[in-house]
Every structure is written in structure tokens, then in C-alpha cells.
């Protein structure tokens, strides 16, 4: 299994940014995925989900409205779509696959992906 | 949403000792219908993406090493080494999944003392 983010980088708040996540060694189809941010040196927050069909997404409040999450399942690729982005968004943003066997788990990661929001 | 409290925020512990990690729920995470409790823990070390170690409070995922152990139910749980290594060195997170939105303690800095 292996997750590869990319897209992060440094932007100004308010304009927006996409992140994708690349997945190979499982059938993506069949499992829902993660997004989760630290921002520097501070703790986990859960950020979105996807279902493995796109049929459900739920979001955290800190970015409900403003971030949409999404997934291509013949391209075996998650995104999600950042805008007006604020100074508190800057963090590391792993996407994680749900587990088969615990839904709500997170047992692969990705490596990670920097978004630095400054002016 | 469900509130998760790590304690302590630190602890340093002699190599070969035992390291005992609590978490604490704002409300109980067992859910009924399976009666599992929906609490996880992560590792995670400098540098890297957090690994799932345990899920539903006392399952450890495949390949983590038998000396990491976790109990409790409804709203208290403790993740245990039980003789720590030097490749233990991490921060320790739980982490709740009985409802959206999933939600994780502050984490919990072991270190070799």
C-alpha cells in the first residue's frame, strides 16, 4: 500500500489550493479515505472523508464550506480543494485510507504534503 | 464532538521499564451495537506519519510488536508498553471514531529517561 500526497506549497491567504493523493497497492474503489492535518509542531486534526463511492463526505467544522473533498476511482486519486484559505490552514496534509476492518481508523498514511499560508 | 484527553502530556521512562499512557473521552465511545469501543492509537515519530498501533481499544494492528497493549472501555483507556525499547521514542496519540467528526487526544511525547 503506499499513499503519495502532492500539491502543497506556499500560498496567500484567501486564494486557494489542490491537493492530490495518489494510491497504488489496494483497490481503491473499495475504501474510503482520510484527510488529516498538524500543523507545526502541534497535534492531529481530522479534516474529511470520503466514502469509496464518493456517495458520502463529511468534513471538520474548521473547513466545512471552504474545502471539498473529492476522488477519481479510475485514477486511483483523492484531492481536495482548498479555498479562501486562512493562516490557520498551514499545516502537513497526510491523506490516510480508512480501514478495512475498523471504519473510522486510519491504518496507511501518506508521507505528507506542506501547505504554508502567508502573505 | 467528542472531546479526548491524553495524560500526561510527557513521560520519561527507563529502557526496559513499563510506559503507561491514559486517555479519556468526554462521553463513552462503546458502541452498542457491536459493543466495541471505537478508540485508537497512533505512534508517531520525528519526522513521520503517524502508524496505527490498536483499534478497538485492545486490537493491535498487524506487525506491532506484542509489548504494546491497550484496555479500557465506555470512557477511560490506557495504551501500555510494557518494556520499553529505544525505538519507542514517539509521541503517542488515541483517537476516537465512534462518531464524525473522528477526533484525537493532544498526544503524549515519551521519551528514554
Known amino acids: 500500500v503506499q499513499l503519495v500526497e502532492s500539491g502543497g506549497g506556499v500560498v496567500q491567504p484567501g486564494r486557494s489550493l489542490r491537493l492530490s493523493c495518489e494510491a497504488s497497492?489496494?483497490?481503491?474503489?473499495?475504501?474510503?479515505l482520510h484527510w488529516v492535518r498538524q500543523a507545526p509542531g502541534k497535534g492531529l486534526e481530522w479534516v474529511a472523508v470520503i466514502s469509496s463511492d464518493a456517495g458520502n463526505k463529511y468534513y471538520a467544522d474548521s473547513v466545512k464550506g471552504r474545502f471539498t473533498i473529492s476522488r477519481d476511482n479510475y485514477k486511483n486519486t483523492m484531492y481536495l480543494q482548498m479555498n479562501s484559505l486562512k493562516s490557520e490552514d498551514a499545516a502537513v496534509y497526510y491523506c490516510?485510507?480508512?480501514?478495512?476492518?475498523?471504519?473510522?481508523?486510519?491504518?496507511?498514511w501518506g508521507q505528507g504534503t506542506l501547505v504554508t499560508v502567508s502573505s | 464532538d467528542i472531546v479526548m484527553t491524553q495524560s500526561p502530556d510527557s513521560l520519561a521512562v527507563s529502557l526496559g521499564e513499563r510506559a503507561t499512557i491514559n486517555c479519556k473521552s468526554s462521553?463513552?465511545?462503546?458502541?452498542?451495537?457491536?459493543?466495541?469501543?471505537?478508540l485508537a492509537w497512533y505512534q508517531q515519530k520525528p519526522g513521520q506519519p503517524p502508524k496505527l498501533l490498536i483499534y478497538w481499544a485492545s486490537t493491535r494492528e498487524s506487525g506491532v510488536p506484542d509489548r504494546f497493549s491497550g484496555s479500557g472501555s465506555g470512557t477511560d483507556f490506557t495504551l501500555t508498553i510494557s518494556s520499553l525499547q529505544a525505538e519507542d521514542v514517539a509521541v503517542y496519540y488515541c483517537q476516537q471514531y465512534n462518531s464524525i467528526p473522528p477526533t484525537f487526544g493532544q498526544g503524549t511525547r515519551l521519551e528514554i529517561k
Open positions: 490516510a485510507r480508512d480501514h478495512p476492518l475498523a471504519a473510522g481508523t486510519m491504518d496507511y
Open positions: 497497492g489496494f483497490t481503491f474503489r473499495s475504501s474510503a
Open positions: 462521553q463513552s465511545v462503546l458502541y452498542s451495537s457491536n459493543n466495541k469501543n471505537h
